[in-house]
């Protein structure tokens, strides 16, 4: 096994770890980081980033609006950036709380978002992990996701600690807006520590399924992965690291949407689709309708589920990859580990270079200028108090 | 000293007389006097009449009153509920002291002693204490 694939697969054998020992220390950081009248005051959570940063919004976002009864959502920077703040301005914006999600603060979107969304008044928090970078300057408040011998970048560890800093956030502002009693946060808390055992009993099944799928699909250029609610992120997720790991085209979707769309795609026997679920998913249903959809079509499939396998012999393409039960909030956290294995084990039996090397045609990613040098842009409003 | 859990299903008065007598019945001691003690800091011991529950309402809604919940208490890292139990309980006190006298505590016809929960749900403790002969 090559050290690029070895990367992927460390960081997946990392994840236990990393959750174990941080979930605490994140609350610890967090906890008093919004000032309780400012927590009464929201009415709206906006969950914004871009890359992975967006999937972790898009990951916890129904959890938080769950738990906090308010309207929340995830968008991407350049929706928080350039489509929020154009005419007419609320009055009111203080009640919207914008969380902006950067590992490492210099996504200059992201950065736009924040700049322009807190100077119409609203309640602007940095996620980041460098709490000296401009995204950190530029948000009212800061949440440092920063761990220990973690460079800054993207990378699982990263991902999984703003999974658990958003989850986090989520809980203390229906602690404190009495959405949740203080035993019942308490009790959430420790169940996202105690995430650790089930991510760290899944790695080998994982290691090991997501080995032959390399095997059967590493000659195809696409694939899908689906999901829904949470295990969208899932989704996301996975296929954001078969494209940076393969350079294959990865498209995630949900799964009705899947119906709708991808459904139907040419060459189905040559378009592997990955499936993210469980029995007690809310779309569990539909994702069994979705397994025959699938098997008609003659796709070749990756169901991951805590379900058992099924064995009835009219699945003989269907890999099956069971998975500790959880609960469905969690899935993102504990879905990290097989989307990395996958990733890592396509890369590996494709030959591919992650990222491409950032060289030839994708020199422009090199010290990642095409997301940091972009322009940032003032809102029209500011624009014409400059000029005036 | 003898102790008892309570789940308490939310703020208000809950009646331990009963536990508490079971907590005596457990030592032999006759006479003398009989603490009872919660170690938290957003719950307190009282006695109130139990006859009317509406009366029991009452004396929760009149320190609900006295402290309401706010959201500009100083003490924020908690919740606002949990601040202002800090001050109820403050307020109430953690502790009764009742006499006991030939094995039974001496509680008047309109007397229970309650649990007072301000910051609840919540898994709590009473601690029984007799001190005597």
Same mark, same amino acid.
């Given at each position: 096994m090559s050290g690029r694939s070895m990367s992927l697969l460390d960081h997946a054998a990392g994840l236990p770890d990393m959750i174990r020992a941080e979930t605490m220390r994140l609350e610890g950081r967090l906890r008093r980081c919004i000032p309780t009248p400012d927590i009464y005051r929201l009415r709206q959570i906006i969950l914004t980033g871009s890359g992975d940063s967006l999937i972790a919004g898009h990951s916890t976002a129904v959890s938080l609006r769950t738990w906090t009864g308010l309207a929340v959502q995830s968008m991407p920077a350049m929706e928080a950036a350039?489509?929020?703040?154009?005419?007419?301005?609320?009055?009111?914006?203080?009640?919207i709380l914008v969380v902006c999600i950067s590992n490492s603060g210099e996504g200059a979107r992201v950065i736009e978002a924040a700049r322009r969304l807190r100077a119409i008044g609203a309640l602007t928090l940095a996620v980041t992990a460098? #709490?000296?970078s401009r995204l950190a300057q530029a948000a009212e408040l800061v949440i440092d996701i920063a761990l220990p011998q973690a460079p800054h970048g993207a990378n699982a560890r990263g991902h999984a600690a703003a999974l658990i800093a958003l989850w986090l956030l989520g809980i203390r502002i229906a602690e404190v807006r009495m959405r949740m009693t203080m035993d019942e946060a308490d009790a959430r808390r420790a169940l996202i520590a105690r995430q650790a055992d089930p991510v760290e009993r899944s790695l080998a099944p994982c290691a090991a399924i997501c080995a032959q799928a390399a095997d059967r699909w590493s000659v195809h250029c696409r694939a899908d992965l689906l999901g829904s609610g949470p295990c969208l992120g899932s989704a996301h997720f996975a296929a954001a690291k078969l494209v940076e790991a393969t350079g294959i085209h990865a498209s995630p979707q949900d799964i009705e949407e899947f119906h709708h769309l991808?459904?139907?795609?040419?060459r189905p026997g040559e378009t592997p689709a990955v499936v993210f679920t469980a029995?007690?998913? #809310?779309a569990a249903s539909r994702t069994a309708e979705l397994a025959t959809t699938l098997h008609d079509l003659g796709r070749p499939t990756l169901l991951i589920t805590d379900e058992a396998a099924d064995t009835s012999p009219t699945q003989p393409e269907r890999l099956h990859l069971q998975l500790p039960n959880t609960e469905e909030f969690l899935l993102p956290l504990l879905h990290l580990a097989p989307a990395l294995m996958l990733a890592g084990a396509w890369m590996e039996k494709a030959g591919c270079t992650p990222f491409r090397s950032h060289a030839g045609p994708w020199q422009g990613a090199q010290r990642a200028r095409l997301v940091r040098d972009s322009l940032i842009q003032p809102s029209p409003q500011q624009r014409d108090e400059r000029a005036a | 000293m003898q102790s008892f859990g309570l789940a308490t299903p939310g703020n208000g008065l809950h009646d331990v007389t009963e536990q508490v007598t079971e907590a005596i019945a457990k *030592?032999? *001691?006759?006479?003398g006097i009989v603490v009872v003690s919660v170690p938290h800091s957003t719950a307190a011991v009282t006695l109130v009449s139990p006859w009317d529950k509406l009366g029991l309402e009452d004396v929760h809604d009149e320190i609900c009153r006295l402290v309401p919940a706010r959201i500009d208490f100083k003490h924020q890292h908690d919740t606002p509920q949990d601040a202002a139990g800090h001050v109820k309980a403050a307020i109430i006190g953690h502790s009764r002291s009742i006499i006991l006298a030939g094995s039974k505590?001496?509680?008047?016809?309109s007397q229970r002693i309650y649990f007072w929960e301000f910051d609840g749900p919540r898994s709590r403790t009473v601690h029984v204490q007799v001190v005597g002969t």
């Open positions: 350039r489509y929020l703040d154009t005419p007419p301005v609320r009055a009111d914006a203080r009640g460098s #709490a000296s991808n459904y139907f795609m040419d029995a007690d998913a #809310a | *030592v032999a *001691v006759k006479e505590l001496m509680l008047g016809h």
